[in-house]
């Protein structure tokens, strides 16, 4: 079973639009980081939120943390074909010794 | 500033060959080293990480060993690779001692066993 499950795993929308990205579990995480990956490279991060509760945006990307620090979910507005790529989400957990756990991944596709 | 660098890129290797994948990071000392595999398009799931030379913690059972015979690089082999064994391949870093610290991955190697 998945500590961290992403939904959905796959998502297809037109420029200018709107999607956000869940990231959920059942699990406390000290924090929280997502990352984007292009094909062929290696996942580069986006943002760490580390309190409950925690909004940061990164211009038109919106991240946020549970309340209870077991879920996240990443919002973007407008939509861009740059955009495009794997969305990755991974927890540190106080438990096993702070290394991170990922999430499957959210293949995000913006035509055009 | 501190750099990963992985190699080779691609490659393609027969069952029962052995395997050999390099990774070195410049720019930092002592640093949290970690080999990751990717199923396409999917999550990555943590294989090795090592907290210093000589130190190799396995997070899952498989055909795989590692090896960190210096600071800052890192190995990943096996005797006799499976087809199962094929996938992308990450290596990763971050500071020892920092909390919360981000990830900074190599560009992957892409294993194909046949």
């Known amino acids: 079973t998945q500590l961290l499950k992403q939904s959905p795993q796959f998502l297809s929308i037109q420029e200018g639009e709107n999607l956000t990205v869940y990231c959920n579990s059942s699990s406390v995480f000290s924090s929280l980081q997502w990352y984007r990956q292009e094909p062929g490279e290696g996942p580069v991060l986006l943002v760490t939120?580390?309190?409950?509760?925690e909004v940061k945006k990164l211009k038109r990307l919106t991240f946020q943390f549970g309340d209870a620090r077991k879920d996240s979910s990443l919002h973007i507005t407008a939509a861009q074909p740059g955009d495009t790529g794997l969305y990755l989400c991974a927890g540190a957990r106080f438990t096993a010794g702070n290394k991170l756990t990922f999430g499957g991944g959210t293949r995000v596709l913006v035509k055009p | 500033s501190q750099t990963i660098h992985q190699w080779p890129a691609t490659l393609v290797q027969p069952v029962g060959s052995p395997l050999s994948l390099e990774c070195t990071v410049e720019?930092?000392?002592?640093?949290?080293l970690y080999w990751y595999r990717q199923a396409a398009g999917r999550g990555l799931q943590l294989l090795f990480y090592?907290?210093?030379?000589?130190?190799i913690s396995s997070e899952v059972p498989q055909n795989l060993s590692a090896s960190r015979p210096q600071d800052r690089q890192f190995i990943l082999s096996s005797k006799k690779l499976l087809l199962s064994d094929s996938g992308f391949y990450l290596c990763a870093w971050d500071p020892s001692g920092l909390d919360n610290s981000p990830l900074h991955f190599g560009n992957g190697t892409r294993l194909t066993v046949t």
């Open positions: 939120v580390v309190t409950g509760g």
């Open positions: 720019g930092t000392s002592n640093p949290n």
């Open positions: 090592s907290v210093g030379i000589g130190q």
